[in-house]
T-cell receptor, first 114, second 111 residues
Framework: EPEVTQTPSHQVTQMGQEVILRCVPI?????FYWYRQILGQKVEFLVS????????KSEIFDDQFSVERPDGSNFTLKIRSTKLEDSAMYFC????????????FGPGTRLTVT | RKEVEQDPGPFNVPEGATVAFNCTYS??????FFWYRQDCRKEPKLLMS???SGNEDGRFTAQLNRASQYISLLIRDSKLSDSATYLC????????????FGSGTQLTVLP
């Protein structure tokens, strides 16, 4: 069964450093997403991406964040200058063109900012 | 009012019990509805989409009441492996695809 993959599974970084989280969406999907979940809190939407551009973003997704699809398979989230409050689980998801818009999530990257 | 509201639980039920979870949402224009399950420190996994006519998948039944803005999930003959957090998820109307998650209801099925 096709699945979304993410690397790394755990990333530790110092405050102020840049991090890039990587995702490989399901191969025939066209919509890609990033969500985050701070420990003990609910899953929150960050950004959606379609046809090589951002289609929606939340208030969380400020100028510190950027997304890119550098090639035909990878989808990345970059945090330019990490803050302590960026520590969270970051989930990538993808969906196809089906009208029910079902999204499938990757296993996540746990980001710890020290 | 929270966009998606769920009873946080925890629900502790014996194996074989029937358990029901409820969820309300605030945006009356919401288009699509889902139940996901999330195991501790894992990703949300799609359990089922929720349709206006109601739908069933094995031991799981989901219902949607658009007039009351209410979604439910019923689990029959619960198994130990059903222990997880159940997330009510709503998607707005139109072309927006972002998912809005509830905080989840924690279920523990006891032997």
């Amino acid at each position: 069964e096709p699945e979304v993959t993410q690397t790394p599974s755990h990333q530790v970084t110092q405050m102020g450093q840049e991090v890039i989280l990587r995702c490989v969406p399901i191969s025939n999907h066209l919509y890609f997403y990033w969500y985050r979940q701070i420990l003990g809190q609910k899953v929150e939407f960050l950004v959606s991406f379609y046809n090589n551009e951002i289609s929606e973003k939340s208030e969380i997704f400020d100028d510190q964040f950027s997304v890119e699809r550098p090639d035909g398979s990878n989808f990345t989230l970059k945090i330019r200058s990490t803050k302590l409050e960026d520590s969270a689980m970051y989930f990538c998801a993808s969906s196809g063109l089906a009208t029910n818009y079902e999204q499938y999530f990757g296993p996540g990257t746990r980001l710890t900012v020290t | 009012r929270k966009e998606v509201e769920q009873d946080p639980g925890p629900f502790n039920v014996p194996e074989g019990a029937t358990v029901a979870f409820n969820c309300t949402y605030s945006n009356s224009a919401s288009q699509s509805f889902f139940w996901y399950r999330q195991d501790c420190r894992k990703e949300p996994k799609l359990l089922m989409s929720v349709y206006s006519s109601g739908n069933e998948d094995g031991r799981f039944t989901a219902q949607l009441n658009r007039a009351s803005q209410y979604i439910s999930l019923l689990i029959r003959d619960s198994k130990l492996s059903d222990s997880a957090t159940y997330l009510c998820v709503v998607q707005p109307s139109g072309s927006a695809r972002q998912l809005t998650f509830g905080s989840g209801t924690q279920l523990t099925v006891l032997p």
